[in-house]
């Protein structure tokens, strides 16, 4: 079985009349520790797919199945519970707290479970470790983005879910930013899940996902991912 199973799963909403099909019948599995990018053109249903995947929203049909449990039977206590211990989210716009310094947004995270990592440890890794006491305001979009990625990897989470993360950023920036991502999962085993519109990122995944009108329309893998340093995009 593989570490993700999403079998079926549709997502709709209603708008007065009309429904909107926000995933329709999406099928597809991941395995533990790889690099995933889910690729799609606006309104393609990724950012729903992620939210589903990341227990932020819940699917109206079909089996989401995270490590063999099915995360769509979840009652919403246990899926604060499994959003907590298992998932890290990066927003294309940080989402990092105004008046906390680094070091503080990274706590918020680390204080939830009991075996985090040491927030300037991390704040270090992502080679912030002179910047742990400046505000978001204080710092470069890059720099928040990366304050924003040890506060999701800080609980060591299973799955870090990464919506538009270079969305915000400049080129240089945003290789800086993948780059780290792609070492979670290499280094540290995480399974890392990118949603980007930017098709030129694929080489770079274990795994490539594209979705057109609400559905998957091609899986890829890629044997030899390729390395970001050498990725021109
Ligand atoms: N809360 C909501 N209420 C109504 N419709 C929604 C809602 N969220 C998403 N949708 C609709 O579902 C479809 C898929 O949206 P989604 O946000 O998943 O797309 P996306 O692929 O992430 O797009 P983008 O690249 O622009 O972020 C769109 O047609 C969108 O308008
Ligand atoms: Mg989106």
Do not use: W
Not at 200 to 210: E, G, H, M, N, S
Request: aromatic share 4%; hydrophobic share 35%.
């Amino acid at each position: 079985m593989s570490y993700i199973e999403v079998n079926h799963s549709s997502k709709r909403y209603q708008m007065g009349e009309t429904t909107v099909s926000a995933n329709e019948d999406v099928n597809f599995s991941v395995e533990k520790g790889e690099l995933v990018i889910i690729l799609g053109s606006s309104g393609a249903g990724k950012s729903t797919l992620l939210n589903i995947l990341g227990g932020m929203d819940t699917n109206d049909e079909g089996e989401v199945l995270i490590d063999g449990k099915d995360i769509a039977t979840l009652n919403s206590h246990e899926r604060t519970e499994y959003r907590r211990h298992d998932i890290g989210f990066v927003f294309q716009f940080y989402n990092l707290v105004g008046n906390l310094t680094a070091k503080e947004n990274v706590e918020l995270a680390s204080e939830l479970v009991d075996d985090a990592m040491d927030p300037v440890q991390i704040l270090e890794e992502v080679g912030l470790g002179d910047r742990v006491n400046n505000f978001p305001a204080q710092l470069s979009g890059g720099e928040q983005q990366r304050v924003s990625i040890a506060r999701a990897v800080a609980k060591k989470p299973k799955l870090l879910l990464c919506d538009e993360p270079t969305g915000a950023l400049d080129y240089n920036t945003g290789k800086q930013v993948l780059q780290i991502l792609q070492d979670q999962a290499r280094q540290e085993g995480t399974t890392v899940i990118i949603v980007t519109h930017n098709g030129a990122l694929a080489p770079i995944a274990d795994r490539v996902i594209r979705m057109r009108d609400a559905t998957v329309s091609d899986i890829e893998l890629n044997d030899n991912p390729q390395d970001i340093a050498t990725l021109e995009y």
